[in-house]
T-cell receptor, first 117, second 118 residues
Framework: GAVVSQHPSWVICKSGTSVKIECRSL??????MFWYRQFPKQSLMLMAT?????????EQGVEKDKFLINHASLTLSTLTVTSAHPEDSSFYIC?????????????FGPGTRLTVT | AQKVTQAQTEISVVEKEDVTLDCVYE???????LFWYKQPPSGELVFLIR????DEQNEISGRYSWNFQKSTSSFNFTITASQVVDSAVYFC?????WGRGGSEKLVFGKGMKLTVNP
């Protein structure tokens, strides 16, 4: 089956620093990947849609300059949280859909837990 | 706009009880997909089912069953003879149909925390 990995699985950083999270599709290619954020005891909220070879599409209210997304290849998308602050502490989850799959199933990564101190 | 409502936020049952998780959705599209995901304490989302809007057949998979009713815009999920391992947060989600040149984002309900006590 399709596998999506994320790295790191958890990270603790100091306020003001930047953190990069990687999302990889291990056994399939994905032209589109999605980044979600989940605060404790809340639902998943889509942050942005990452498109290979083009700019990401951000949801309303998500700062594109703070959450930098790069989708440089068909198997890798990265999310960089710039100048992180404690309020950015959250669980970040990516998902991917195989580019030749019109069936609609998205495969989710295991998530990255970010704690900003 | 698309919307998914899971009215129940938390349910606690005793092992072997049956439990139904409600999901009501809103969409203007005639073609769409509905999903259920399980999120155990580890955090990783576990895919349970995908159903397209043209397939209203109910589905059973072991102790899990799903009831899709377009007339009421509902896609309810029932766990029969619940077990402690079923304890998790369950999300219902909706997406517009593919086939328009790319993937579509998922809109999630708020989730329902199920606790199954021994």
């Amino acid at each position: 089956g399709a596998v999506v990995s994320q790295h790191p699985s958890w990270v603790i950083c100091k306020s003001g620093t930047s953190v990069k999270i990687e999302c990889r599709s291990l056994d399939f290619q994905a032209t589109t990947m999605f980044w979600y954020r989940q605060f404790p005891k809340q639902s998943l909220m889509l942050m942005a849609t990452s498109n290979e070879g083009s700019k990401a599409t951000y949801e309303q209210g998500v700062e594109k300059d703070k959450f930098l997304i790069n989708h440089a290849s068909l198997t890798l998308s990265t999310l960089t949280v710039t100048s992180a602050h404690p309020e950015d502490s959250s669980f970040y989850i990516c998902s991917a859909n195989p580019y030749d799959d019109n069936g609609g199933e998205q495969y989710f990564g295991p998530g990255t837990r970010l704690t900003v101190t | 706009a698309q919307k998914v409502t899971q009215a129940q936020t938390e349910i606690s049952v005793v092992e072997k009880e049956d439990v139904t998780l409600d999901c009501v959705y809103e969409t203007r599209d005639t073609t769409y997909y509905l999903f259920w995901y399980k999120q155990p304490p580890s955090g990783e989302l576990v895919f349970l089912i995908r159903r397209n809007s043209f397939d209203e057949q109910n589905e059973i998979s072991g102790r899990y069953s799903w009831n899709f009713q377009k007339s009421t815009s509902s896609f309810n999920f029932t766990i029969t003879a619940s077990q402690v391992v079923d304890s998790a947060v369950y999300f219902c989600a909706l997406s517009e149909a593919w086939g328009r040149g790319g993937s579509e984002k998922l809109v999630f309900g708020k989730g329902m925390k199920l606790t199954v006590n021994p």
